[in-house]
């Protein structure tokens, strides 16, 4: 079974200051990790991908996050914080590339000015 | 190019009639995918479809709810007898063959009064 822990269900954060949200997962395959964001009223937009290739990955936005298997972790960091990342932030779980996707609870992303 | 499209964007029903909602995937993408969103359950797989096969619909809550696709293209969510549980954001995405990324439309959020 496959299942993904984000470890915060919400926080804040100063403009210009780092980010750092976190996921632990749980999977008896080799999986797929993702992080999705979720504007206000708006569709759900892939940030970044694990696929197994590099385990730094890069997404948009200046957000990246690391796969550490030793950890079981995907955290998303960003250096520093814009107002316009204030969201809502999901860390996913698939097997493979036509598989669901399994969600975790979300991260609710405040950044203050 | 054009992304996934669901309509309504909004539907209000009374406890007990059945709705339908619609899901345009992007042109060529293969698979297809409903979740839904709910304040209780977070977001949750429904069913999948590669072309016009599903052979993954271990996500419907029960059978008053189907889905089917057809010409491998528009897709129809069904809900009959609808309960006030269904009332949440039903979630359409696509994704092309061998491909991992799913992309997501906007939604319809569906309220039963």
């Known amino acids: 079974a496959q299942s993904v822990t984000q470890l ?5 954060v100063s403009e210009g200051t780092p980010v750092l949200l976190r996921c632990n997962y749980s999977s008896s395959y080799s999986p797929s990790l993702f992080w999705y964001v979720q504007h206000p009223n708006k569709g759900l937009q892939l940030l970044l991908k694990y696929t197994s290739a590099a385990t730094l990955v890069k997404g948009i936005n200046g957000f990246e996050a690391e796969f550490k298997k030793s950890e079981t972790s995907f955290h998303l960091t960003k250096p520093s914080a814009h107002m316009s990342d204030a969201a809502e932030y999901f860390c996913v779980v698939s097997r493979y590339n036509t598989d669901k996707l399994i969600f975790g609870t979300g991260t609710r992303l405040q950044v203050f000015p | 190019g054009a992304g996934v499209s669901q309509s309504p964007s909004n539907k209000v029903t009374e406890k007990g009639k059945d709705v ?30 590669q072309g016009n096969s599903a052979p ?3 996500g419907l809550p029960s059978d008053r709810f189907s889905a089917e696709r057809t010409g491998g293209s528009v897709s129809t969510l069904t809900i009959q007898r609808t309960q006030q549980e269904d009332s949440a954001v039903y979630l359409c995405a696509s994704s092309r063959e061998g491909l991992y990324e799913q992309f997501f439309g906007p939604g319809t959020r569906l309220t039963v009064l």
């Not at chain 2, 339908?20 to 069913?47: K, M, N, V």
């Open chain 2, 20 to 49: 339908e909602l619609r899901c345009d995937p992007i042109s060529g993408h293969t698979a297809l995918y409903w979740y839904r969103q709910s304040l209780g359950q977070g977001l949750e797989f429904l069913i999948y479809f």
């Open chain 1, 8 to 12: 915060d269900s919400h926080v804040s």
């Open chain 2, 56 to 58: 993954d619909k271990s």
